[in-house]
């Protein structure tokens, strides 16, 4: 017997049982970076919980996920700023939500959600936008281009600080805002999961010979990553020799950005620390990476909205040390917040290559079982706070808001069945 439509998890009431809820999302490209995974991530949602998924982008070396998760790709050349081409593409994208029945609009990054926003009025639709990062304000006209990421119907900031960043600039009353914490993937994210062979193999690209560790810091590279504290720390270290069996492991792509990555490596060669600093570019098997790191450093010089590198060391019990500023002081448990037995790393002020040089020093100076504590109450923290299973049916439940449907529990009823990565990872 054919269940009913309120019978249905998924579907708004007096729907037909074959309708599905279609979202659109869009983002400038499918590269790397937190917007673009959590598209991907939330893709995997919709179509789990019996809806259709779109991704309007540029593409990227990320971009045949989309298929692989059951989502749908419409190439469009999202990230423009050209003004005329921003037009065109709002025109594209009205046809796109007639012909595709979309129901919702979704925008994550600020040039494309002004097109997507107008396209979302036109055609009468729902327009959530996610404020995925702190977004300089330098001027009159920074302020206005930017503030297109407060205008959504609904709101979601990925830390409080991002939330409060949104309130104070924009006065967007809390009945808008959503605070959805970002997810990590803690199935793919488990040390247990981690082959020795895949370690080998990365200590192998990097060039770490027997005996060497590696810190590192997976960031791109850009100037508030904080890639010159980094270097700088590690010149403290050496002078107070400390390096005899480190490798400061800097992985991440310059994307195109070769003035920087030149200067870093003048930097390195002007403190005769070549055989100890290496840039090694984009790591394709971060997991390992976790794994094969003594420590992970987040040495943003500017606010990280969220701060995934953070969350994502924690999991794999590697200890990290981050910035006191944006989220990571949500992310990270750290003295004094907490007592030393609760802590899940350290946090520092952001440009001080003394304080992390001190605290690299105790983090790779701790014993074994201490190291191993850590590491558990990092992952249990990470794993209870900060899960991918529950990132997502949050987010479901924004569009559940917006569209009166029941994507929420959908996602939850299957997740029961075939649990989450989370829950999986739980009970490993």
Not at 10 to 38: C, F, N, Y
Not at 386 to 397: D, E, I, R, V, Y
Request: proline letters at 5%.
């Amino acid at each position: 017997m054919r269940a009913s439509d309120s019978e249905r998890p998924g579907l708004r009431p007096g729907r037909r049982p074959d309708w599905r809820p279609t979202i659109l999302q869009i983002v400038p490209r499918l590269d790397t970076g937190g917007a673009e995974l959590t598209t991907i991530e939330i893709t995997e949602a919709v179509v789990a919980a019996g809806g259709r998924a779109l991704v309007v982008t540029e593409g990227g070396r990320m971009a045949g996920q989309i298929a692989q998760r059951g989502g749908e790709l419409v190439e469009m050349e999202a990230g423009t700023k050209n003004p005329f081409k921003m037009h065109m593409n709002e025109r594209k994208l009205v046809r796109l939500i007639r012909g595709e029945g979309v129901d919702l609009v979704h925008a994550r990054s600020r040039a494309p959600a002004w097109s997507a926003h107008s396209a979302a009025r036109r055609t009468k639709k729902p327009f959530v936008t996610t404020y995925h990062g702190a977004y300089n304000e330098t001027n009159v006209f920074k302020r206005v281009y930017n503030r297109i990421m407060a205008m959504g119907d609904l709101v979601i900031a990925n830390s409080n600080y991002t939330a409060g960043l949104v309130k104070e600039r924009y006065d967007t009353p809390d009945a808008r805002l959503r605070v959805i914490h970002r997810g990590v993937d803690v199935r793919s994210l488990d040390p247990a999961r981690v082959s020795a062979e895949r370690v080998a193999a990365l200590r192998s690209r990097w060039g770490l010979r027997p005996g060497e560790r590696a810190v590192l810091h997976p960031a791109r590279l850009t100037g508030w990553k904080g890639q010159s504290t980094v270097i700088e720390a590690a010149a403290r270290l050496a002078r107070d020799g400390g390096l005899a069996d480190i490798v400061f492991i800097l992985a991440g792509d310059a994307q195109g950005r070769t003035g920087y990555r030149d200067g870093l490596l003048q930097q390195i060669s002007a403190l005769d620390l070549a055989d100890r600093v290496r840039l090694v570019g984009h790591c394709d098997d971060m997991p390992a990476a976790y794994v094969l790191a003594s420590a992970a450093i987040v040495a943003s010089t500017e606010p990280e909205a969220f701060g995934r590198t953070a969350a994502e060391a924690q999991a794999m019990g590697c200890p990290v040390i981050a910035t006191a500023i944006g989220a990571p002081p949500e992310t990270v448990l750290a003295t004094p917040g907490c007592s030393a037995r609760e802590r899940t790393g350290w946090l520092v002020p952001p440009g001080a290559a003394g304080t992390l040089a001190t605290c690299l020093a105790e983090a790779l100076a701790l014993p074994e079982a201490a190291r191993a504590a850590m590491a558990e109450r990092a992952r249990s923290h990470a794993v209870h706070n900060f899960s991918l299973a529950a990132m997502q049916q949050a987010t479901l439940a924004v569009y559940d808001e917006l569209l009166a449907t029941a994507l929420s529990a959908a996602f939850a009823a299957t997740a029961s069945v075939n649990p989450p990565a989370t829950e999986r990872a739980d009970e490993a």
